[in-house]
C-alpha cells in the first residue's frame, strides 16, 4: 500500500466522520423541534407527533443514549400535562353545563374528561391529579337538576292567607 491510499483511506475515513456527526447533529436538531412543538400541543396532536420522534430516533441509531432518554423523558411529560389540561378543561366545561341543567352534554364532557384522566394516569399523573379530578367529578354529578320552579310535591303551593304582623303595628 502506497502513501498516497493510506492519505486517500484517511481522508475517506475523515469524510465519514464529518458526515455521521452532521447526521447527528440533523437528528438531534429535530428531535429537540419535535420534543420544542410537544411543550403546548393539545392531545390529539401527540397521534402525530409522538411516531415522528420515534422515527427520527430509530433513524439515527449513533445517537447518545442519555439524549434519547431525555427526548422520551420530556415527550412523556409533555403529553401527560397535555392530558392534565384537557382533562381539566373538560370538567369545567362540563360544570358549567351542569349548572345549566344541560345532562347530556355534561354526561359526554364527564367521559371526555376521564378519558384523558387514564390518559394521564398512564403516563405518570401523580396521585393528587386522581384524587382531584375524582372530586371534581363528584361535585359536578351533584350540581344542577335541583333548582324547581312552581309547586312540587314537597313543597306545595301555599294557598293560606298571610297573617298579618301586629307586632309592628
Given at each position: 500500500m502506497g502513501v498516497d491510499q493510506i492519505m486517500s483511506l484517511a481522508q475517506d475515513l475523515?469524510?465519514?466522520k464529518e458526515f455521521e456527526r452532521k447526521v447527528i447533529e440533523a437528528a438531534s436538531a429535530e428531535c429537540q423541534r419535535l420534543v420544542e412543538a410537544m411543550r403546548m400541543a393539545l392531545p390529539e396532536e401527540f397521534e402525530r407527533l409522538?411516531?415522528?420522534l420515534d422515527e427520527t430516533i430509530k433513524r439515527c441509531p449513533k445517537l447518545p443514549v442519555p439524549f434519547k432518554r431525555r427526548m422520551?423523558?420530556?415527550a412523556?411529560?409533555?403529553?401527560?400535562?397535555?392530558?392534565?389540561r384537557a382533562a381539566d378543561r373538560s370538567l369545567n366545561l362540563a360544570l358549567s353545563r351542569a349548572r345549566s341543567d344541560d345532562v347530556l352534554e355534561r354526561n359526554r364532557l364527564l367521559g371526555e374528561a376521564?378519558?384523558?384522566a387514564n390518559m394521564a394516569t398512564r403516563l405518570g399523573a401523580d396521585a393528587a391529579f386522581r384524587t382531584t379530578l375524582n372530586r371534581k367529578i363528584e361535585i359536578i354529578l351533584l350540581t344542577g337538576g335541583v333548582e324547581h320552579k312552581g309547586p312540587t310535591i314537597a313543597k306545595p303551593l301555599d294557598t293560606a292567607p298571610k297573617?298579618?304582623?301586629?307586632a309592628k303595628q
Open positions: 475523515e469524510r465519514k409522538r411516531p415522528r422520551f423523558s420530556a412523556r411529560h409533555y403529553e401527560c400535562t397535555a392530558n392534565t376521564r378519558r384523558y297573617i298579618p304582623n301586629i
